[in-house]
């Protein structure tokens, strides 16, 4: 099932998010439709609070990527629970978007690698290194989970230049090709 995209504005978006128990009801239900919901939507990544659930779990999908990029075949990962045991001392600046951003994209400095602990779907608690595209994905879906938007790291000037077109899209004034909640 397609879930609606929660867009800024919506309060959810910036709660710092709870820890998910093992029982959660429907867990492996939720992490399907998040998966079809970021298909659907031509996202690399999706946070709870992207669909409303302000609970600490995220999913990226590289595979989309696979055909100009071999190495991301069948690259589908869920994070739960995940904490960023460390960062890289090496930074890069990278343009991203966000799909509760929809129409903005800004270059973001961020370490270029990190070590992540967390669950899997099946509960099963890793911790690795991610570098270079996938180390970019899991800190812009992690920001998601302490109520944080790569806007967020964004300069005073790029934050001022942005600011029309965010309390636009608050009030529900924005152009997105997917089911979205919002102020509208
Ligand atoms: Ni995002």
Redesign the pocket.
């Known amino acids: 099932m397609i879930l609606p995209m929660y867009i800024f504005g919506q309060p959810v978006l910036r709660k710092v998010a709870e820890d998910i128990e093992e029982d959660y009801p429907n867990l492996k239900e939720l992490i399907e439709n998040m998966f079809e919901t970021l298909r659907h939507s031509e996202g690399v990544g999706l946070a709870a609070p992207?669909v409303g659930l302000a609970k600490r779990l995220f999913i990226v999908d590289l595979d989309c990527l696979s055909e100009d990029h071999p190495e991301f075949k069948g690259y589908l990962k869920t994070f739960i629970n995940p904490e960023i045991v460390e960062f890289g001392k090496e930074m890069g600046t990278y343009e991203e978007g966000?799909?509760?951003l929809p129409g903005i994209h800004e270059n973001v400095k961020r370490p270029t690698k990190v070590l992540v602990n967390y669950l899997d779907e099946n509960f099963e608690e890793h911790e690795e290194w991610f570098d270079g595209f996938p180390a970019r994905v899991i800190q812009?879906e992690y920001d998601?989970l302490d109520g944080k938007?790569?806007i967020d790291h964004l300069s005073a000037l790029r934050k001022q230049m942005l600011k029309s077109k965010l309390s636009a899209m608050a009030k529900g004034k924005f152009e997105a090709a997917y089911k979205c909640k919002a102020n509208r």
């Open positions: 992207q966000c799909l509760s812009h998601h938007m790569f």
